[in-house]
Nanobody
């Protein structure tokens, strides 16, 4: 079974940067999709970014393109989300997720989830 643990969240001023980490335990295959989602109170969990574990494909939601970068270190079983030029509307709990087959943008089709890490962007 795959287990995921997020870290790296915190309070940052608008325009600042944070790097989130997602440490995975268990075996991650090259075809697995690793994704980031975020959620604010009263709203649906929304897709942020995703990549195959092999790095062959990468997708971002339009609102973060050019600001966020997803990456991974296969040797450490860790995925990262580098967030630059942060805006107040980026404030949310960010979740790491994994899926056995193919890239996907819908939370319901992901198989494994971390517990989330809070990101707050405020002056």
């Amino acid at each position: 079974q795959v287990q995921l643990v997020e870290s790296g969240g915190g309070l940052v001023q608008p325009g600042g940067s944070l790097r989130l980490s997602c440490a995975a335990s268990g075996r991650i295959f090259s075809t697995y999709c690793m994704g980031w989602f975020r959620q604010t109170p009263g709203k649906e969990r929304e897709f942020v970014a995703a990549t195959t574990w092999s790095g062959g494909s990468v997708y971002y939601t339009d609102s973060v393109k050019g600001r966020f970068t997803i990456s991974r270190d296969n040797a450490k079983n860790t995925m990262y989300l580098q967030m630059n030029s942060l805006k107040p509307e980026d404030t949310a709990v960010y979740y790491c997720a994994a899926r056995r087959l193919g890239l996907a943008r819908t939370a319901a089709v992901y198989d494994y989830w971390g517990q989330g890490t809070q990101v707050t962007v405020s002056s």
